[in-house]
Every structure is written in C-alpha cells, then in structure tokens.
C-alpha cells in the first residue's frame, strides 16, 4: 500500500507509536533520524529542486508544513534567475504547482503556497520598489513567516483560555501542537482542568498527548476511540486541532474528529477547534468521499485475510454545523466567518 | 484632575446602584459622559490620540467594573475608542498624503529607510490601514506594525522638514480632539434615532392579519409594532406579561391605547399559544458576537416555543447592544439577582424563610436574563437591516477595534 507524505510527516513529527515503528528503531541503522538532518544550504553544483528544499524543512519537527512550504518558495526566489517580477512570478508558479502535486493529500502545504502567491501577486508593498529589492523584501517575509506561526499559537492559547475554567473536563482527540499549546497555558494560568485524551488508534496519538499533559502535572485520562460516547457525559468540552479549516468552516482532522464532534453535538456539547490561520484551505467537500484520502498502515497485531479490505483513510471531514467556535490568531470566530476571510483574499 | 474623577465616581456610584437602567439609558449617558471627559482631558502636543486613549479607556475601567452586566456600558467606551482610533488615523493619513512622496520616509520606518532608500507612501498607507483593521488572512503574511503604530514623535527628524511636520503635527491635535467629540455627538445622535431607524424597516416584516408574539416590555418593539400600524397594516399582538416585573402589561396597554388589537397572556400559556402566532418580536438586552441574545428572563422559553412549531423569531437590537464578547466568558454570563421582592410581597412566607437559622429555609431567586443561543434566533433587526446571527461578527467588526476588546478584561484583573 502506498503511504501518503502527509503521514510520513506527521509519522517524523509526532514519533507516532506503532509496532513497525519500534521494529525500525531496533534496527535503527538503515534509517537516518530524520529530526537531525539540517536544511543544507543549496549546491550550487547539484541542480535545485523546491521539492528537496522542502524536504528538508519539513523534516524539522517544531515546524509546520505551510511554514516549510512557504520556506521552499523563498528559497526559489533566492535561486531564481528571473530579472523582472513577472518572470519571478512565473517562476513561483511552477515551483509551487510542483509542490503541490508532489503531496497531494496534504491540506496545509496546499493553504501556505496559495497563501504566500496571494501576497507575492497581491501585495501592494511591492508595487513602486525595485526588484532587487522586492525581491529581498518577499525572501524576508517568508523567513518571517516560521516566526508568525510561532506566534499565532501563542495568540490562539491566550484566546481560548477564557474558555476553559475551573472544574472543566477537556476531551481532546488527536495530537496537535496548537491544542497542546493552549492546555500548557492554562496549566501555567493555573487553572484546574482535567483531560481526556482518545486513544487514537492506530497512531496511537493520545498516548503522546498524555505523556506531555503528565509532564504538566495535569489529570489525565486516556480513552478508547470507541469509549468517547460513553465517557461524554463528564466532558464540558471538545478541544481538537485540525489538518485544515475548508470553506464551509468545517475541519479536516485526524479520522474520528467527525464522530467525536457529532456525539458532542448529540450530547449539547460545545466542540472547539485550535487552527492557524494559514490553514485556511480552498476546499469545499461536500463528503467524506470528496477528499483525496491519506493512506496510513493500520496495525492489528494479528495478519488478516488479503481478502478483508481495511479502511486506511487518515483523517476524515466534520461540517461547520457540529463546531462551535474556532481559535485562530485572527480572533474567536464562528465556523461562517472561515469562507469570509478567504473570499477577501482570493477575489 | 480631580473635578473629572469627582464626576467618574459619581457617574460609578449611579451605575452601582442601578440608578441608570436600560441598555439604551445607560449607552446614552454613558456616551455623554465620556464625551465630557474627552473635552476636559488636556490633550500634550505629541501623541495626542494616545493620550485621550488612555484617558477613555481609565474611565472605561472604572465604569465597567460598576455594573458588569450591563454590556451597554462597555460597548460604548470601545466605540468610543474606535473613534479615536479612526479620527487619529484618517488624520495622519490625510497628512502623509499632503507631505507627498518627499517627507513619506516617515520616522515609523526608519528602520526601512536604510536598507529600501525609495521607501514608497503606499506602505506607509498599508501599514497605517492594518492597523485598524482586525487581523485577517491578507495581512498575515505583511509587515506587522507594532500596535503603537500611530507614529511616535519624531526625534531624529530631518533637519528642514522636521519643523514644518512638527507645525503639521500640532494642529492635528488641536483637529483631532475636536473631530472625536464631533464623531461622539454622531454616536449620541446614533443611539437616540435606532428606534426611528429599527421602526421603519417594520411594514417590510410584518404583513397583513399576521399575529405577533412578544414578551414582556420594549421601547423598541413598543416602536416598531406602531410604526407598522401607522403604516395601515393590520394585524393583531399577543402580549406575553413577563414575570416577575409584568412589564408586559404596560405594554399591552399602550398598544390597545393605540388602537392596535391586543391579547394579554400568562407566560405559562406561551407554548399553548404559540400556534397560531406567525412571527415572534422581541427586544433584546445584549446580543454577543457569537449571535447570542442576552434578554429578559422568559425569552429562552419563547425562543423554544418557537423552534418547536418553526415560527420565525425576531430580535430587534440599537447597534449600542451589540458586544464584541463571547458569552462562553463566565463574567458575561453573570446574571443578575434581582430583589425577592418582586416575586413575593413583604411578610408573605415569613415563617418559611428563617434567616436566623440559615439551614432548610426557602430561598427566592430571581434572575434578570436568559441567554438565547444564536441557532434560535432567525434575524437581527439593528439600525443597519437585517441581518442573520451568523453575520453578527462581521457587524461587530465594523464599530469595534480588535485592540480594545480587553479593556473589560484588564479592567477585572486590576480589581
């Protein structure tokens, strides 16, 4: 089975626990760590490619895929040749249409490289100077941009915690960075919470999740993905980050997000999402079917018959009516104000 | 400044003792009063907006923290920042504009100048717009000025042209002081005509023999049900009472008065009556940014009701009721407890409610609102039109700038 880029980041990121990733680290010498590997200044010998530079940047695991995307495109602009903007602009293009179908599952590098050719074509900053100096102008920006999303976390985990108040039991599904940025602040605020992490077969992220919540000394409960309906009763909120934020104001997120949000909604429970803006993606699915699924190995432990088909999607779509709010550093929004903000970038 | 603080606690001691009631009252005097303290602030020669910021925005404190739940109060002091912020910028604008493309190395972009010589006066423009704009996709990947981004006095200013902008510089100030009192005027003015305004849309909403549903008593629905009546429109009212204050009954009263056909309910006949009703209107206390109603205790009710049989609900709300606040906040979801005495009279009860001995006996509460999430609500009638609660943000974002939503928060943690 073919296994998605999308996976394979998110596998060197958050180190996901499965049988096979253990039986590799036993025999760790075939396999570089790839969280050692620096971005290597480029050759000037070997011919560039945006795909290796990206690559490299994402293979640093405190950055995100729109980040290292954006960060390949500058690196494109600082190779290119081109002598007019126009030229450059072409240039971006290619670079970027190669990036994006190289890794077509992934959601977020989509969002960052219409996002970073928005500004290159829209900005009016650029309109009266010189190229030379647009063009150092646009490289600076996008180093930049590594720093804009440390800080939009920063600002997402200062929005939410109003939301979150003492006493309160937070389910939280999946292993995101915003999410846990956001617990850490309000452990740091000292406000009394307790979690519920879902286990998140068959990555097993909730174990990740827990391990870094018992580091903070917060009250940690692990459950099964199968047990979230049953334990809902004590939860007074649904904390989740998202792979992408769509059009319509719904989330694609890790497989279960969807039947986690409906049973909060059965159970009158608000479910909040923690994203960064630049994952704002031009998408509008209007099913589960309607995405390009990212494969993922699942592991049962025991073999299974080659005729049983296993469903392999990693992530699945929840529509905006099932979210409540949603965190970004643009403020506290409601799921409508997703498409608002992208109609007035994109139009 | 004493006189100004003498008035402050005054003002603080009417709102603490609920003198001043009703969210359009308090919008009004709360307007008027900061226009008071703008024009008694004497205002330095640099950073002018900075320094009648900072004044509102003391006061606004103070005035929230004296009665928390009424949002009327703290929506005012952040419109009233928004003008400030707007006039001071629409000022300097005008000003970059005229000093022409020589003097736009304005000092804000020193920094800029020494690498870009030929710094152009459009990025000094964007970086002056998003500053007031709240943060958006757009913007994200741009030059982010500090939030001090209303230019700092100059001091390494070219040697020639740093007197004649220094000569610029002061009258602005002297504008800018005397454009924000014209500008909180317009506001007064604003919060005095949203009946007229949210009226006249009526003959578009309520059509021929349609019966309406409303609870308790609004100025606003009071207007709006009349306008449309003056309008030749015939339909007729049922006037839920609204206990425990019964402010339904004035209302029923000034509408038979009026000549309009009025039937008077019990709050407990609403879902027995909701049937044959075609559209609920009712006023509103706050409506948040999420498109919730903060109303009158009962609406919750109406508002189930009228899911229940699909019958559209209606609020009407002044822009002076819209606040930039989430009502997950638990301080915006403090209710308040009224007296006991206006669900019991004096003595009544009295062997049951021992305050001596505390335990076992009777306690009477008597909470003032209900919260009315936005998925009941089917429109928003506010001075601008109508509007759907999911667009409320978008309202919100026009009078408010993002950088005072805190005020209130910075307010509660300096107490």
Redesign the interface.
């Known amino acids: 089975m073919e296994i998605s880029a999308y996976y394979e980041t998110k596998t060197a990121h958050f180190g996901v626990v499965s049988t096979d990733w253990l039986a590799q680290a036993q025999s760790a010498t075939s396999i570089p760590n790839p969280t050692l590997s620096s971005p290597i200044p480029i050759q000037h010998n070997k011919p560039f490619s945006v795909i290796d530079e990206f690559n490299t940047w994402r293979n640093q695991p405190h950055l995100a895929e729109a980040v290292a995307a954006i960060r390949a495109l500058a690196a494109v602009i600082r190779s290119s040749q081109a002598t007019t903007m126009m030229e450059l602009e072409i240039e971006l293009k290619k670079a970027s249409d190669s990036l994006k179908s190289w890794d077509t599952t992934s959601i977020s590098l989509t969002a960052g490289c219409d996002?970073?050719m928005r500004?290159v074509t829209?900005?009016?900053?650029l309109?009266?100077?010189?190229f030379n100096?647009a063009k150092?102008?646009l490289i600076e920006?996008a180093e930049k941009?590594g720093e804009?999303s440390y800080k939009a976390r920063k600002v997402i985990a200062m929005l939410s915690q109003?939301?979150i108040?003492d006493g309160c039991t937070i389910l939280v599904h999946g292993f995101s960075r915003v999410v846990l940025e956001v617990l850490k602040l309000a452990a740091q605020n000292k406000k009394l919470f307790r979690v519920f992490c879902t286990e998140g077969r068959p990555d097993r992220t909730g174990l990740r999740l827990s391990n870094e919540l018992a580091k903070l000394d917060v009250p940690v409960k692990i459950v099964i993905d199968s047990a979230v309906a049953y334990s809902m009763d004590e939860v007074d909120m649904v904390f989740v980050g998202a792979d992408g934020v769509v059009e319509s104001g719904g989330i694609i997120n890790m497989m279960g997000t969807y039947q986690t949000a409906l049973v909060a909604k059965s159970m009158n429970k608000?479910v909040y999402v923690a994203a960064e803006?630049?994952k704002?993606a031009r998408l509008y699915p209007l099913d589960q079917k309607d995405l390009a699924p990212a494969l993922r190995p699942v592991d049962f432990g025991v073999p299974i018959p080659s005729k049983v088909e296993v469903e392999c999607s990693a992530r699945d779509y929840t529509p905006p009516q099932y979210l409540t709010?949603l965190f970004t550093?643009?403020?506290?929004?409601?799921p409508?104000?997703v498409s608002?903000?992208?109609i007035?970038?994109y139009l | 400044m004493p006189d100004v603080q003498s008035l402050v606690n005054d003002f603080v001691n009417q709102l603490k003792t609920r003198k001043i009631e009703g969210s359009q009252a308090t919008a009004k005097q709360t307007a008027e009063f900061l226009r008071s303290v703008i024009s008694q602030q004497r205002v330095p020669h640099t950073n002018q907006a900075a320094a009648l910021i900072n004044a509102v925005r003391d006061v606004g404190e103070q005035l929230i923290a004296a009665n928390p739940v009424e949002l009327a109060v703290g929506n005012i002091v952040r419109r009233v920042l928004h003008i400030i912020r707007e006039e001071d910028h629409s000022l300097t604008t005008a000003a970059v504009a005229g000093l022409g493309l020589t003097a736009a190395s304005d000092d804000e972009n020193d920094v800029d100048r020494d690498d870009h010589p030929v710094l152009s006066a459009a990025v000094v423009a964007a970086a002056a717009r998003s500053t007031l704009r709240p943060p958006s996709l757009q913007t994200l990947l741009e030059d982010m000025p500090d939030s001090t981004a209303i230019p700092p006095p100059s001091s390494s200013g070219g040697e020639s042209e740093g007197k004649s902008r220094s000569v610029d510089k002061g009258s602005i100030g002297r504008k800018l002081k005397h454009d924000v009192i014209e500008a909180v005027n317009e506001l007064i003015q604003d919060i005095a005509t949203c009946y007229d305004q949210i009226a006249e849309q009526a003959v578009e909403h309520i059509h021929q023999n349609e019966v309406i549903l409303t609870l308790g008593s609004s100025k606003t629905v009071l207007e709006f049900l009349c306008a449309a009546k003056e309008k030749k429109r015939s339909f007729k009212v049922i006037v839920s009472e609204g206990a425990p204050r019964y402010q339904g009954h004035l209302l029923a009263k000034e509408l038979a008065a009026r000549g309009l056909q009025t039937t008077l309910i019990t709050d407990s006949a609403i879902f027995a009556m909701i049937s044959r009703v075609n559209m609920v209107i009712v006023g509103a206390h706050a409506v948040m940014a999420n498109g919730g109603v903060i109303a009158p205790v009962g609406l919750n009710m109406v508002a189930l009701a009228a899911q229940r049989h699909a019958v559209p609900f209606v609020v009407l709300a002044g822009s002076h009721k819209l606040c930039p606040l989430y009502p997950h906040n638990p301080e915006v979801l403090l209710n308040e407890l009224r007296s006991p005495s206006e669900l019991l009279d004096f003595g009544e009860f009295s062997d049951c409610m021992d305050s001596a001995s505390g335990a076992g006996s009777l306690h009477v509460v008597n909470p003032t609102f209900d919260y009315v999430p936005p998925k009941f609500v089917s429109l928003f009638i506010t001075d601008t039109g109508g509007h759907n609660p999911s667009y409320m943000y978008k309202l919100i974002a026009d009078y408010y700038s993002a950088d005072d939503l805190v005020v209130k928060r910075r307010a509660l943690t300096g107490n």
Request: glycine residues 2%; negative net charge.
């Open positions: 996002l970073f500004y829209r900005t009016s900053a309109e009266y100077e010189d100096s150092s102008r920006r941009f804009i109003d939301f108040f608000p803006s630049y704002f709010l550093d643009l403020g506290v929004l409601t409508s104000v608002d903000e992208l007035q970038l």
